[in-house]
């Protein structure tokens, strides 16, 4: 059976599996610009930084809790508590669940990628064959017409060696 959005079916029609996954590209698709799953992280995030162990529990079984509602919303029930229990978390691994767990909640956006540069949380590792996991987005040459700060092409794109940085972006993880 193929999966898709056929005209006419409403997004929560059972047919309707593309609907039902949210899938990019497809006449349903509702782009996430904030979430129960970003705030919650975020605030877990800023608990953490302060020293408060115990709200940052709190907020990352928030997290937690926001990403099982939106999958139930979807139809697809997970129950996450037997992954993670944020009570048993502490220090390093605490910050590590926060990070995965906000990374899982925004895949697909570009915010992942810009934690991940920004905490080098979670620790992902490069795919074979490449040197390392792309630090900036590359230019396009259509660029050149408007802006004269940005580097040479050949700069951009220094496989083999490690993928470049932009100023503002210096710590590759």
Do not use: M
């Amino acid at each position: 059976k193929d999966v898709g959005s056929p005209p006419g079916n409403p997004p929560g029609d059972p047919e309707n599996q593309a609907s039902r996954l949210n899938i990019p590209a497809e006449d349903d698709f509702g782009q996430v610009l904030a979430s129960c799953s970003e705030n919650a992280a975020i605030i877990a995030e800023a608990h953490f930084a302060l020293g408060d162990e115990a709200a940052a529990q709190s907020a990352l079984q928030d997290l937690v809790d926001c990403q099982e509602a939106r999958w139930a919303a979807l139809g697809y029930p997970i129950d996450l508590s037997t992954v993670i229990d944020p009570t048993s978390l502490s220090g390093a691994a605490l910050r590590q669940a926060i990070a995965e767990q906000k990374y899982i909640a925004q895949f697909l956006s570009i915010d992942a990628w810009a934690d991940w540069k920004r905490t080098c949380l979670p620790a992902l590792t490069p795919a074979p064959g490449t040197a390392g996991i792309p630090g900036r987005l590359l230019y396009p040459y259509s660029e050149r017409s408007s802006n004269g700060n940005i580097p040479d092409p050949g700069v951009q794109a220094a496989y083999p060696g490690p993928p470049p940085r932009n100023r503002n972006d210096p710590n590759p993880c």
